[in-house]
């Protein structure tokens, strides 16, 4: 491809919806392409400090149907960011728009169908989310992480592509030393609350763990958590006698699931392909207030795969004890999740996605 060929990326929001963005545009980058990225205020923090990127910020707003006054403000700055988008695409008009992001992405979307600019809309969790939903009619195909994927009408099925998880390159080669090794002497526990971190995780989790200690397993704890509860986590943990690393958001996680052989996570799709790719068995205690239950229908896929657990998170307290003790009493529970997870590979997922965008690029010219 030649640098002719643009591709703008448009995402926002969590790090969930981020993070595959930056894997899409490395790529992109890597084959050639001309690319750029329009995100929002979240997306950028994320995004600011990666100097190889060209990014451009356009708000949005998830529509907000609470109350009037809130449905016609979220009415307002879509139709502001639409507009906005409109400009940005006139001046800078790409050969595809690939949709990153839920409600981030949709304005761009939007103008993009106006102008008739082919654009892609990705979908990783089970259920597709509202505004891809809305994008559907418009879009030029949809990438789905698995086609067990709810909520697309039976007419859109031509539209579907099953192309894997979109996580980076050094994850997918990521070697897990403690999984291979089958250092299972020693739970190594990571715990992940997404990119905003799970605050009920740092008020709960390290009592399950100090009960762990107490009964004579041997446990070592890296731990997420939000910038405020990090000295108060420092100290219990130095005071129950476990070892531990406490850590705030950070884009260098690789560091740590080199270390760890069972995390406790958020059920996000990003993080969830992301620990399946490294094989690291989980435990994964969906969000309750996550919109349409989309990380309990994840937590349910992965389950049933054999890839991981599922902890309800009003049953912490209750199961989280005995399931880990049963874990470490009987190895092969890990075992047979690493067997399985080993069956797994996201590895030729930018082939995939190259071989769509090229077609697409191609069928137009």
Do not use: W
Request: hydrophobic fraction near 40%.
């Amino acid at each position: 491809m030649t640098k002719n060929n643009k591709i703008l990326i448009a995402t926002g929001g969590t790090g969930g919806h981020v993070f595959p963005a930056y894997s899409l545009a490395s790529n992109f980058i890597r084959n050639n392409y001309n690319v750029k990225l329009t995100t929002d205020i979240r997306g950028f923090n994320y995004l600011k400090d990666y100097n190889d990127l060209n990014l451009t910020k356009i708000s949005s707003s998830p529509l907000n149907k609470k109350n009037l006054l809130e449905f016609l403000f979220s009415i307002a700055v879509i139709s502001f960011s639409v507009l906005r988008s409109l400009i940005f695409l006139l001046f800078n008009r790409p050969s595809v728009v690939f949709g990153v992001g839920g409600y981030s992405s949709f304005p761009v979307c939007i103008a993009a169908a106006i102008l008739r600019i082919n654009f892609v809309i990705y979908e990783n969790n089970l259920i597709i989310g509202k505004a891809n939903k809305y994008l559907l009619p418009f879009a030029k195909k949809i990438f789905v992480s698995y086609k067990e994927l709810e909520g697309i009408p039976k007419k859109y099925n031509d539209k579907i592509f099953e192309i894997g998880n979109i996580v980076r390159e050094e994850i997918i080669n990521t070697k897990n030393e403690y999984n291979d090794n089958k250092d299972l002497n020693k739970i190594r526990i990571l715990v992940l609350g997404g990119s905003q971190a799970a605050k009920i995780f740092a008020e709960i989790l390290p009592r399950v763990f100090k009960q762990l200690k107490d009964s004579g397993i041997t446990i070592k704890v890296y731990q997420q958590c939000r910038e405020e509860q990090k000295n108060t986590l420092v100290e219990y943990y130095r005071n129950a006698n476990i070892e531990s690393e406490i850590f705030n958001f950070t884009d260098k996680i690789i560091d740590y699931y080199s270390k760890a052989n069972l995390a406790i996570t958020r059920s996000g799709a990003s993080v969830l392909g992301e620990l399946i790719n490294v094989k690291i068995p989980f435990i994964s205690i969906p969000l309750p207030t996550s919109a349409d239950n989309h990380q309990f229908k994840n937590a349910v896929y992965y389950k049933k795969k054999g890839l991981g657990y599922l902890v309800h998170e009003k049953d912490i307290s209750k199961k989280l004890y005995s399931l880990i003790k049963s874990i470490f009493i009987n190895k092969s529970l890990i075992k047979n999740i690493l067997t399985n997870q080993s069956q797994y590979s996201d590895k030729n997922i930018f082939i995939n996605i190259n071989t769509h965008i090229e077609k697409i690029i191609n069928d137009k010219n």
